[in-house]
């Protein structure tokens, strides 16, 4: 058995013994550090996804996952000189990610809602919040209603793995405007 087959064996058992979301996203942390760490998996994404840019979901699960069934396992390819695209700060709806660097880094900044205009209660705006690197090897998630905006942080575009805890297709979440502060269904 491979390594991804192995990892989704494991969040499988995660989702089902596990009703908290945080403690399942801690649990499958630990999972996607080890699979990060497993000699032949860039070979194993190469098999799945053909080789080809784009998008690659690595397995869709059909049973278990956060809050609905149908977790995700995907990657991104990028071609070297080419940009990973703009990042807009958004939201998983009531999911969440969890964020493993194969390759490269990211920069993650987390936004929350904020009074900046004194008491006026309502005249909310989005603040930075927590801003950090993540490296090779390194997870991190974003739990339900949270917000945060990816953007790469080395010269090669970054390999990242995402779990999905629901395939985000499937859940409404909003997308922000970090200037204006408008707050758009994300279509
Ligand atoms: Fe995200």
Redesign the pocket.
């Known amino acids: 058995m491979g390594a991804i087959d192995r990892f989704v064996g494991a969040v499988r058992e995660v989702f089902a013994g596990t009703p908290d979301a945080r403690a399942q996203a801690q649990k499958i942390s630990g999972h996607m550090k080890a699979l990060l760490a497993s000699p032949n998996l860039m070979e194993e994404i190469n098999q799945r996804g053909g080789g080809k840019p784009g998008r690659i979901d690595l397995h869709v699960d059909d049973k278990y996952g956060h809050p609905g069934p149908g977790f995700c396992l995907m990657t991104s390819l990028t071609p070297k000189g080419k940009s990973t695209g703009g990042a807009r700060a ?3 709806g009531a999911s969440y ?1 969890v ?1 493993g660097v194969y390759k490269g880094a990211i920069e993650q900044t987390k936004y929350t809602w904020a009074y900046t205009n004194g008491a006026d209660w309502t005249a909310p705006e989005l603040r930075a919040g927590d801003c950090f690197v993540q490296k090779e090897g390194e997870i991190a998630f ?1 739990l339900p209603g949270e917000i ?1 905006k ?1 953007s790469a942080a080395s010269d090669d575009p970054p390999i990242v793995l ?1 779990l999905e805890a629901q395939l985000l297709d499937r859940v409404a979440r909003h997308t922000y405007n970090l200037d204006s502060h408008q707050t758009l269904s994300h279509g």
């Open positions: 958004h939201d998983h990610v964020y974003f945060h990816t995402r």
